[in-house]
């Protein structure tokens, strides 16, 4: 199985990360291999609305996106992880998305799904905030599933934890790790 997994915070060994690791280990154990993209790190520009891609579905940007196009068109699984950044997944992980607009042309205008492998597509959502407030899961969720449904991912799975703030504190939640290890295992389990 290809297993693709975007991480969207740009906090080093932060919550969303230690989180991602975990459901990649228990991946990893189960014998698939899997490419992380480290978005900010990534020269990815905002969708430009442009209308490039309305024809064609093919971005007319020249960047470090043309590596996740084919990675994301060859995907068996995709995850994506991201901290809550007011109400909503980060800059990083939005940007990504957004330039999934050629995807949107390609399936919705020039009605062309991703084809499926054998083992169909499947995603994981992995969304880390400090904050109390459920509206953030929701809103990143509603955005993780215009993505996910866009890059032709009939579903995915949620795991979020809300008041996990400081660098780090992820790993004093009681099932957190272990959650993320189980939800890594599920999304392989076919
Ligand atoms: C710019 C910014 C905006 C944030 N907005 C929210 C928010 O709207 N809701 C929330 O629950 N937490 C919010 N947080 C807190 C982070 O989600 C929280 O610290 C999280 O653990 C960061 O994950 P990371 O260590 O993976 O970067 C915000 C943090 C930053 C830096």
Same mark, same amino acid.
Not at 72 to 90: K, T, W
Not at 112 to 119: L, S, T
């Given at each position: 199985?290809? @297993?693709?997994?975007?991480?969207?915070?740009?906090?080093?060994?932060? +919550?969303? /990360?230690?989180?991602? +690791?975990? #459901?990649?280990?228990?991946?990893?154990?189960?014998?698939?291999?899997?490419?992380?993209?480290?978005? +900010?790190?990534?020269?990815?520009?905002?969708?430009?609305?442009?209308?490039?891609?309305?024809? +064609?579905?093919?971005?007319?940007?020249?960047?470090?996106?043309?590596?996740?196009?084919?990675?994301?068109?060859?995907?068996?699984?995709?995850?994506?992880?991201?901290?809550?950044?007011?109400?909503? @997944?980060?800059?990083?992980?939005?940007?990504?998305?957004?330039?999934?607009?050629?995807?949107?042309?390609?399936?919705?205008?020039?009605?062309?799904?991703?084809? /499926?492998?054998?083992?169909?597509?499947?995603?994981?959502?992995?969304?880390?905030?400090?904050?109390?407030?459920?509206?953030?899961?929701?809103?990143?969720?509603?955005?993780?599933?215009?993505?996910?449904?866009?890059?032709?991912?009939?579903?995915?799975?949620?795991?979020?934890?809300?008041?996990?703030?400081?660098?780090?504190?992820?790993?004093?939640?009681?099932?957190?790790?272990?959650? #993320?290890?189980?939800?890594?295992?599920?999304?392989?389990?076919?």
């Amino acid at each position: 199985m290809k @297993v693709i997994a975007f991480l969207g915070s740009p906090r080093v060994d932060g +919550n969303t /990360e230690l989180l991602l +690791n975990e #459901a990649v280990k228990a991946i990893r154990k189960m014998g698939h291999e899997v490419k992380i993209h480290k978005l +900010n790190y990534m020269r990815i520009k905002p969708c430009q609305d442009c209308g490039g891609c309305d024809k +064609n579905g093919v971005c007319i940007i020249d960047d470090d996106m043309a590596e996740v196009y084919q990675d994301i068109r060859e995907a068996d699984r995709i995850v994506l992880a991201s901290p809550i950044f007011f109400f909503g @997944v980060s800059a990083q992980a939005k940007a990504m998305v957004d330039r999934c607009q050629s995807f949107w042309c390609e399936k919705y205008l020039l009605k062309k799904k991703i084809p /499926e492998g054998p083992y169909g597509r499947k995603g994981l959502l992995m969304l880390v905030g400090g904050m109390k407030k459920e509206v953030g899961i929701q809103c990143g969720d509603a955005t993780a599933k215009a993505f996910f449904r866009t890059v032709s991912v009939p579903s995915h799975e949620v795991l979020g934890f809300l008041q996990v703030d400081a660098k780090g504190a992820i790993l004093e939640h009681p099932t957190a790790m272990k959650d #993320a290890y189980e939800a890594g295992k599920r999304l392989v389990q076919s």
